[in-house]
């Protein structure tokens, strides 16, 4: 019945089906939409970070919605946004970025515009925000709307319990004068202020997440000092200089045996073997005492004379410069001519 009802509706057998596909495809068909990419080849780094410039987005723009961020900001810290602002602006108006500042409500806002041509610059600009409202002054703050350049905001509030220890362990971080957080910045490359319960950090992905480390272990009770450690012999590892590695592994030293061989002693019987290294001594110890024989017959050789040096101007005689000047004088007189020679 089931081969009538296929034969009916006119569709082959499930195993007609399961036979054609298995069919190899010939190798014309595989090849036939594999073709060459010129913009893909093996000396292209598909992880680094594209760069985007005005003059590659067009006039219409690319942003089809606005986009807005706002953070709150401390009562401390309304004075100082309050001079800065304008440079803020000033800042944001140069990626077509807008910014306002609510002094009443206490927050800040930047949001997209038309005009806005990096689609990325509205999450740079609100850490810049932030980064403000932590108490980063200004020309810090601004370095995060560069693209290789990051931020993190660490909350560092709930790590101990202990309102004591947590003041301990925070000057423990910044340690005494700060030298503490200025050792971890030199070796971390990354810009690092702590503030109240938070840490801000900005530099590269790698530093940051060195510092938050540091930081998530100092508040553990464990010293920065060791990271500190650590961090110096590593950098003194990276300058070492790299062993280059051989396709081939290098050869052994060679045996007693190899080299008995090599010589042709390994053939010879144990007497004459014997004779072998008495001759060899022997005229080892010829050669040292003609070389100490040399030696000595260097003490009996007569110095070597030395060869006269010109005398100078100041070691002549009173006698010798009187006979150079009249020589002279009898010189310059024979050349001079009689008067009557110049008469014409």
């Known amino acids: 019945m089931k081969k009538k009802r ?9 195993s007609e089906v399961h036979e054609s596909a298995k069919e190899p495809s010939s190798d014309g068909a595989k090849k036939k939409y594999r073709k060459e990419k010129p913009w ?11 760069s985007m410039s005005k003059e590659d987005v067009p006039s219409t723009g690319v942003l089809m919605e606005e986009s807005s961020f706002a953070t709150l900001f401390p009562q401390y810290r309304e004075q100082y946004l309050k001079q ?12 077509e970025l807008v910014g306002e500042l609510n002094l009443i409500e206490g927050s ?21 925000i932030k980064l403000l409202a932590r108490s980063v002054p200004l020309p810090q703050a601004k370095k995060v709307l560069d693209d290789e350049v990051y931020c993190d905001i660490m909350k560092i ?14 000057q423990r971080l910044v340690g005494p004068n700060g030298s503490t957080l200025k050792a971890i910045e030199l ?3 990354c810009f690092v202020l702590v503030q109240g319960q938070t840490v801000s950090i900005m530099g590269s992905i790698k530093g940051i997440k060195q510092v938050r480390r540091i930081v998530e272990d100092c508040f553990h009770n464990i010293h920065p000092i060791y990271h500190i450690k650590e961090l110096m012999i590593r950098r003194e590892l990276e300058k070492a200089k790299k062993k280059t590695k051989d396709v081939f592994p290098p050869q052994p030293a060679p045996r007693k045996e190899d080299l008995q061989m090599e010589s042709g002693e390994f053939f010879l019987n144990e007497k004459e073997r014997q004779l072998r290294q008495r001759i060899a001594k022997r005229e080892a110890q010829q050669a040292k005492s003609a070389e100490k024989r040399r030696e000595r017959a260097k003490e009996y050789e007569p110095p070597v004379p030395k060869a006269k040096k010109p005398k100078k101007a100041s070691e ?5 410069i009187a006979q150079r ?17 110049l008469l014409l």
């Open 6 to 14: 296929e034969a009916k509706s006119g569709q082959p057998a499930t």
């Open 40 to 50: 893909d080849h093996e000396g292209i780094d598909h992880w680094k970070p594209v």
């Open 84 to 95: 800065v602002w304008p440079d803020v602006k000033s800042l944001l108006a140069e990626h």
């Open 108 to 128: 800040m806002t930047v949001r997209t515009t038309k005009k806005t041509w990096d689609p990325y610059i509205i999450v740079k600009a609100r850490d810049m």
């Open 157 to 170: 509030g709930g790590l101990v319990r202990s309102k004591e220890r947590f003041v301990k362990r925070r």
């Open 187 to 189: 070796l971390t490359q």
């Open 316 to 320: 002549e005689s009173a006698k010798e």
């Open 325 to 341: 000047l009249a020589r002279k004088a009898q010189v310059n007189s024979s050349k001079k001519r009689p008067a009557s020679d």
